[in-house]
């Protein structure tokens, strides 16, 4: 007999019947997606691995703990045989044969009346992927295939543009702390629909260089703000050009909302009702320490981290940061935006009781080809910045943390 192609169809679930005989690894691998779908899944099995015991005790699936029998399969819609016992296989196959229900056999493809695809997926599209016929099936490969379609459509490598829905207003993309790899992958999914890109001089630039010739890169830096604050002129270049009708990008170095000004932006965009979308980023307050070799917390060693702003002197009377506070705490202090105030900053600290002898780290250009770290403590730290030529941007990390890792970390 020749064999046809199997038939793709996606199943609509929710509240019907679907029975897994077999409590093993396969059913702990396919139960979550069906119990995903809305499935009232019921398993039947004398044992069942811890994860699917665990599926059972939160009610999420129920659990007949027995052997199959027949009549196990009445009323399902769908049935997973997967027992280790060849002969309970072959009765429950025939069993869904008679009741035409649809089966998989994790134990006989060529027995079964449907197949599991290798599934993924990607805002709101799943990629659902089988080999055409039985003699052709080869599970690796088409998880592979799986994998490239998902990945490719996730990092933007894969662009499907006639039936792309683009998210409509500005998408305000924290980009991490500069490694390009250190995006999100919604944020270079939406850097790869964008048609205008508005991008601070922090993050991850060298993406802007892979941005195809059409998309307009603006830098944030060089808007003209005439008669505007400068925050002011941004927000009126994102304003128009999503009037324009075009997809923005506004891309941050590392968290839209961590002194990245990102609520200014989203709330100027409400005021005028264009939709904005905000996808979070890796800070470079715990990532850039991490880069080099500084856990902001650590067990035995700091309970506690507390990021703060160092762009204005402790003694100035904009400063909104309780400095001889912050002295009093045992944690890690992790400080942005400080170089060029480091010293005063660690005069306070010092003077407010904090040890003179506590170890400080400065992380200049982290995640990037030029990172370097340049260590000091309270009493020197000053002094080392001018003498090393620490130049910003850094993170500044004080505390006991700074001396529990390996200098270099991969
Ligand atoms: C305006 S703040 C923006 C912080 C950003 N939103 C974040 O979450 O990382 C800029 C400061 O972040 C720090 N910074 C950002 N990226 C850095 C990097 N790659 N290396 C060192 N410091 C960085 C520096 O302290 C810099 O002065």
Redesign the pocket.
């Known amino acids: 007999m020749a064999e046809h192609p199997a038939y793709p169809v996606g199943l609509r679930l929710t509240g019907r019947r679907v029975v897994v005989l077999g409590g093993g690894q396969v059913a702990q691998r396919r139960l979550p997606a069906l119990i995903a779908a809305g499935a009232k899944v019921h398993l039947v099995s004398p044992e069942a691995t811890p994860s699917v015991e665990a599926m059972a005790d939160t009610g999420e699936i129920t659990w007949s703990r027995r052997r199959y029998e027949d009549g196990d399969l009445a009323e399902a819609w769908y049935a997973l045989i997967a027992t280790s016992d060849a002969a309970a296989n072959v009765a429950a196959s025939a069993e869904a044969e008679r009741l035409r229900v649809w089966c998989v056999r994790s134990d006989d493809a060529d027995a079964a009346t449907a197949w599991t695809p290798a599934t993924g997926h990607s805002e709101g599209v799943t990629v659902a992927v089988l080999t055409t016929n039985a003699k052709g099936r080869d599970p690796r490969h088409t998880a592979a295939i799986r994998d490239a379609v998902v990945e490719g459509l996730r990092d933007g490598t894969l662009v499907a543009p006639h039936h792309r829905v683009r998210t409509p207003g500005v998408a305000l993309v924290g980009g991490g ?2 490694d390009p790899d250190l995006i999100t992958v919604r944020g270079r999914r939406l850097l790869a629909e964008a048609d205008v890109v508005i991008a601070d001089r ?1 993050g991850p630039r060298d993406l802007l260089a892979e941005l195809p010739p059409h998309v307009e890169v603006i830098d944030a830096a060089k808007i003209p703000y005439g008669r505007f604050m400068a925050q002011e002129a941004i927000n009126n270049a994102l304003i128009e050009h999503a009037r324009q009708g075009k997809s923005v990008v506004r891309l ?4 839209p909302f ?3 000004r990102g609520m200014e932006e989203a709330q100027a965009l409400a005021e005028v009702g264009i939709p904005c979308t905000v996808v979070p ?1 890796i ?3 715990i990532s ?1 320490p991490g880069a080099a070799g500084i856990p902001v917390t650590h067990r035995g060693v700091a309970h506690e981290f507390t990021v703060v702003s160092g762009h204005v002197a402790p003694d100035d009377e904009r400063s909104l940061v309780d400095w001889p506070a912050l002295a009093k705490l045992r944690g890690t202090l992790v400080i ?2 400080g170089v060029d105030k480091i010293g005063k900053i660690a005069d306070t600290l010092v003077a407010h009781g904090k040890p003179a002898g506590t170890p400080v780290a400065l ?6 080809a030029a990172q370097r770290r340049v260590d000091a403590t309270l009493a020197t730290v000053a002094e080392t910045v001018r003498a090393q030529d620490v130049k ?4 500044i990390v004080i505390g006991a943390v700074v001396d529990v890792g390996p200098q270099t970390f991969e």
């Open positions: 702390p500069g922090l941050k170095g590392g968290d961590v002194f990245g980023g800070s470079s307050s850039v942005l935006m992380v200049q250009e982290g995640t990037t910003p941007p850094a993170v």
